[in-house]
T-cell receptor, first 121, second 112 residues
């Protein structure tokens, strides 16, 4: 269990257009999902926290008007890159948080999607 | 603000040799530490967390609060261990665990 999907897996768009990326938890409900961005040869950087039914929380330096996040249901969060520019080209990865019961206790685990590669021309 | 440091971008060892991937963190409170692994062309997946103290695929990691370290170790490396390894940290706020702060990752290559 605990599968997270992303769609599309890759997208190429023209500068100035908007792109929507979906993140779905397929077999569990997630009140909280996270969006990360990974530039080539760099680590994952947290962009925002997506909360079902409420506004997303953005990390410092991330433009909320550029990266619109909607978490309309317990299994779906969307990230829309508005008026995309070449510098927005990156690998976008989402994760969904779930409580897991393990042998030694009960903890929250983040399960990651496969990522979406965005190329803005 | 929290920070995770992985000093080695690349680590190459021979099969059967011991492996140690270094991770240091900075955070004034009590964070939760993780190791995530990413095999070629696969998504990021949790390898282990410091709270559970489990050994996964022969890997162990001990949290040393005095040295603020969480090094990943395996006594005998196997070729299938070749992957990208990320050390990560989270803290708990009122709503649960926050998003992860990742280190830059270490590319582990196990030579035959």
């Amino acid at each position: 269990g605990a599968v997270v999907s992303q769609h599309p897996s890759w997208v190429i768009c023209k500068s100035g257009t908007s792109v929507k990326i979906e993140c779905r938890s397929l077999d569990f409900q997630a009140t909280t999902m996270f969006w990360y961005r990974q530039f080539p040869k760099q680590s994952l950087m947290l962009m925002a926290t997506s909360n079902e039914g409420s506004k997303a929380t953005y990390e410092q330096g991330v433009e909320k008007d550029k990266f619109l996040i909607n978490h309309a249901s317990l299994t779906l969060s969307t990230l829309t890159v508005t008026s995309a520019h070449p510098e927005d080209s990156s690998f976008y990865i989402c994760s969904a948080r779930r409580w897991d019961r393990e042998r030694e206790g009960r903890w929250e685990t983040q399960y990651f999607g496969p990522g979406t590669r965005l190329l803005v021309l | 603000a929290q920070r995770v440091t992985q000093p080695e971008k690349l680590l190459s060892v021979f099969k059967g040799a011991p492996v140690e991937l270094k991770c240091n963190y900075s955070y004034s409170g009590s964070p939760e530490l993780f190791w995530y692994v990413q095999y070629s062309r696969q998504r990021l997946q949790l390898l282990l967390r410091h709270i559970s103290r489990e050994s996964i695929k022969g890997f162990t990691a001990d949290l040393n609060k005095g040295e603020t370290s969480f090094h990943l170790k395996k006594p005998f490396a196997q070729e299938e261990d070749s992957a990208m390894y990320y050390c990560a940290l989270t803290v708990y706020s009122g709503g649960g665990a926050d998003g992860l702060t990742f280190g830059k990752g270490t590319h582990l290559i196990i030579q035959p």
